[in-house]
C-alpha cells in the first residue's frame, strides 16, 4: 500500500494561549515541502512552545502509526484517523473514514488537551495529517487540500 504520510504535530502550554505566544503558535505551518523520497513514506514535524515552535523532522517507514488506519479497498486507500485516548475532548461523533483514488490527498486536523503533563499543568496539541494516496510531487501539501476534514474543538 503506498501513502506518503506528513504529520505536523503542533504543542504548547498555556503561555502560549494568548498574546504574543499564540500569534507566534498561529503563524507556524500545517504542512511543509516533502523530502525527494517515493511511497511509502511518513514525514513526522513537530513544533513546541519549548523549542520557540522551531520545526524538527524526521522520517520513518512503513508509513503507519497508531493514530491513523489505512485499507486499501476496490483501488482506494480507506483513511480513518483514531482520536487520542488521552486527549480531551471526547469526540463522540466522529467523521467517517475517507477513500482515495490514486494521487488524491487529504488534510485532517484534529486538537487535544492533556492534562497532568508537566507536573500537572495542561498541555494543548493541534496534529495535522496530510496523507496522499500514492507518490506525488514534493510540494503537493503545500497548496489547498481537495479534502478537508477539521476536528478541532474548543480547548479551553
Request: glycine share 8%; no cysteine.
Amino acid at each position: 500500500m503506498d501513502a506518503v504520510v506528513q504529520w505536523v504535530r503542533t504543542s504548547w502550554t498555556r503561555r502560549s494561549r494568548g498574546g504574543a505566544g499564540a500569534t507566534r503558535r498561529n503563524a507556524v505551518p500545517v504542512s511543509f515541502a516533502l523530502p525527494a523520497r517515493t511511497a511509502p513514506l511518513t514525514q513526522e514535524i513537530e513544533m513546541a512552545e519549548a523549542d520557540g515552535f522551531e520545526p524538527r523532522e524526521g522520517l520513518t517507514r512503513p508509513p503507519y502509526r497508531s493514530e491513523v488506519r489505512l485499507r486499501l479497498e476496490d483501488g482506494r486507500l480507506r483513511v480513518e484517523l483514531l482520536a487520542s485516548a488521552w486527549g480531551m475532548p471526547r469526540r463522540h461523533r466522529r467523521p467517517p473514514a475517507v477513500r482515495l483514488a490514486e494521487g488524491e490527498w487529504l488534510r485532517w486536523q484534529i486538537n487535544y488537551r492533556f492534562t497532568g503533563m508537566s507536573g500537572g499543568a495542561w498541555l494543548y496539541r493541534l496534529d495535522t495529517l496530510n496523507l496522499a494516496h500514492g507518490a506525488v510531487p514534493v510540494d503537493t501539501f503545500l497548496g489547498e487540500p481537495p479534502r478537508f476534514i477539521d476536528e478541532r474543538a474548543q480547548i479551553w
